[in-house]
């Protein structure tokens, strides 16, 4: 690709930086490589924004994208951090992702394990990087014994597991894309049976006399990230028209690219070539079946670099007898390998190749570093952007939550350091109830409350069951705010009978917490019934006195003689002279500091609790 010689395409990166993934401009969609130059330790290196290198030429008509196909979303997840932990991989992963994975634990390589010998080493694994060889089935897991935090790939069904996935979503975006081309026009000029014929020793020139792409339909069947890349680049091999199937497109991407988006009968009935890159789900599952095949143009080219089961294998062999299907050339298999009497395999009329879509150098060393961020960040208990088996949270409201993620943390952790029962959350927002996806902020109050009960990780994927299998019951309500804020404060309230600081309690008797977020930090804002102002970080002091002179000085004399700093104090009084003093502390004062103050002036009780987890 070369370098367009203006342009004002600016390259958003969505994923960390300094990983090289291909990323899509803004507004032109065309992805390119997040970053060309190599630091020193031969990693790629990118920054957050960039100058799109898509040559103008190879640009479709450009619009300007709506705000729904802007956002993308973005699964969040935080993870607790073992130490050291032991990564598992058990399929070839390019070096910059082992080296990569090496600078933040043990990496034990076994290849070609069988299923058994994988149960066995996943025993010491905090984590297991996969390809698709790899089943991570219910045993593998079972096996783990819940040591295993995250697998890096892809999965099905390890939410109880309270097991995170992450997988390496666009590194190989630009390599499935390139295979497909390369597979069109193999078959197109039957490249592949030629060479089989020359080599040997047939000049059989007439046999293999091809069609041509010019004035033919390519129908794209599904148009996400590498079926949008097959798209552009049919355009300029010279198809006369590019349509694409896919119920959940964007119109506005189709039509930048110059894409016409069509139903489904439509793409049945006009394609010449159809470039399959639907995912497999349990609708795509043999949507190409016997009905599929019979709708199509006689003499359709049908190409496959998604997953083998979206084909029913069957019907594509009797469609290819009755010369419905003229070629087919199928990069992956309903069984991969596949069997050795799988007929399509042996056909002259179609080309296999063994799941090598993403397979390039540039991709493998991509898709190395993508998926070592991705377990590393997680391991590290930080914010995992590509999870598969989390929540999606677009990442305009992401980046708006954000500073909650800790302000629901840090209640979660005052809250039960005050009592420890079943929680309550009280969001104030302007934001419609139904608009406001906060389970990322649920899981953040179950991780606050939790972590000081139990030795468990807490993350997004495992939060409500083991809140659940806590007998933690968190009952979620949603009141309206003034103003555009998606949150303006945070309450959360936990039903107990056995308080440690009696203030905590609200009028409805339950031990309750309320915060919000100043400048991007968050504060305590009210406990019980009384106001506060402080900072939710480090050691806080709450005591409970009679408002009164002389219990304020008593107070900080004791905490100054034994050379505990004080950072900031509020208090709060109510007109019958209670008053809750709350001090921040630079360090944790001694428990025979800590028995000093019930017999100072005025104190009825106090309550310490820490911000540092
Ligand atoms: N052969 C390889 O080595 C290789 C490499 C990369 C990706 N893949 C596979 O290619 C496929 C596409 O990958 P991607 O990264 O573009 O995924 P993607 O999620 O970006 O795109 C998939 C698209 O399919 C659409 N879709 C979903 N259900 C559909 C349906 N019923 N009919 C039509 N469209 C439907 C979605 O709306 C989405 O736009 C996946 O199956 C992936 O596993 C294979
Ligand atoms: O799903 C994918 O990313 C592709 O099918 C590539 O699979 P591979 O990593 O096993 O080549």
């Not at 497999?280 to 599929?292: A, E, H, L, V, Y």
């Not at 339950?510 to 504060?523: F, Q």
């Amino acid at each position: 690709m070369q370098k367009a010689p203006s342009t004002q395409h600016v390259m958003r990166v969505s994923g960390p930086c300094r990983i090289p993934i291909p990323v899509a401009c803004q507004t032109c969609y065309m992805q390119s490589w997040n970053g060309q130059e190599r630091t020193s330790r031969g990693r790629l290196a990118s920054t957050s924004s960039q100058v799109c290198l898509v040559p103008l030429s190879l640009k479709g008509p450009i619009q300007t994208p709506t705000r729904s196909s802007r956002l993308q979303a973005t699964p969040v997840v935080a993870v607790a951090a073992p130490e050291r932990p032991t990564i598992l991989v058990t399929e070839e992963l390019g070096e910059p992702g082992i080296d990569l994975l090496s600078q933040h634990g043990d990496v034990e390589k076994a290849y070609d394990l069988t299923p058994e010998q994988l149960c066995e080493r996943i025993a010491t694994a905090d984590a297991l990087i996969i390809r698709s060889a790899t089943q991570v089935t219910k045993e593998v897991f079972e096996a783990s014994k819940g040591r295993l935090k995250v697998v890096g790939r892809a999965g099905v069904g390890v939410d109880n597991h309270g097991c995170l996935v992450v997988n390496a979503p666009t590194a190989n975006t630009i390599a499935a894309a390139e295979h497909g081309i390369a597979l069109i026009c193999a078959l197109s000029r039957n490249v592949a049976q030629a060479d089989a014929s020359v080599k040997a020793g047939k000049w059989a020139r007439s046999k293999y006399v091809g069609v041509s792409i010019v004035g033919k339909t390519l129908c794209i069947m599904g148009f996400g990230k590498v079926g949008s890349e097959v798209a552009r680049r049919g355009i300029g091999l010279g198809f006369a028209s590019v349509i694409a199937y896919d119920p959940y497109a964007s119109e506005v991407k189709a039509q930048a690219l110059g894409v016409k988006l069509v139903s489904w009968e439509e793409a049945l009935a006009q394609g010449d070539f159809f470039s399959l890159h639907m995912p497999m789900t349990p609708q795509t599952k043999g949507i190409f079946n016997d009905d599929t095949f019979s709708k199509m143009k006689r003499g359709a080219r049908v190409i496959n670099v998604a997953r083998g089961g979206v084909i029913d294998e069957p019907a594509l062999v009797r469609a290819l007898d009755a010369g419905i299907v003229a070629q087919a050339a199928l990069d992956v298999f309903v069984k991969e390998p596949p069997p050795a009497d799988n007929p399509l395999v042996g056909r002259e009329d179609v080309v296999c190749t063994p799941h090598l879509g993403a397979s390039t150098t540039e991709a493998q060393e991509g898709v190395s570093v993508e998926i070592a961020e991705a377990v590393v960040s997680a391991l590290k208990g930080e914010l995992a952007a590509t999870a598969v088996n989390a929540p999606m949270v677009p990442a305009e409201v992401l980046a708006e939550l954000q500073p909650f993620v800790a302000l629901a943390l840090g209640l979660g952790r005052a809250a039960v350091q005050l009592t420890d029962k079943s929680a309550r959350i009280l969001k104030q927002s302007d934001w419609c109830a139904d608009d406001l996806d906060t389970r990322l902020l649920r899981a953040m109050v179950i991780k606050g409350i939790l972590e000081q009960i139990t030795t468990a990780n807490v993350n997004l994927v495992n939060a409500d069951l083991l809140a659940k299998n806590r007998g933690l019951r968190i009952i979620e309500s949603t009141v309206p705010a003034e103003g555009k804020e998606v949150l303006k404060s945070l309450r959360i309230a936990l039903g107990s009978s056995d308080t440690r600081f009696s203030a905590a309690l609200g009028t409805d008797r339950k031990i309750s917490v309320t915060g919000t977020v100043k400048g991007a930090a968050p504060y305590l804002t009210r406990i019980g019934t009384f106001d506060v102002d402080l900072s939710l970080d480090g050691i806080i002091l709450l005591t409970r006195q009679k408002d009164q002179p002389g219990v304020i000085s008593a107070v900080s004399t004791v905490l100054a003689e034994a050379g505990v700093n004080i950072s900031f104090m509020s208090v709060s009084v109510t007109p019958d002279n209670d008053a809750v003093m709350a001090l921040g502390l630079d360090m944790e004062p001694t428990p025979e500091l800590l028995a000093k103050l019930p017999s100072l002036k005025g104190i009825t009780e106090f309550a310490m609790f820490s911000e540092k987890v």
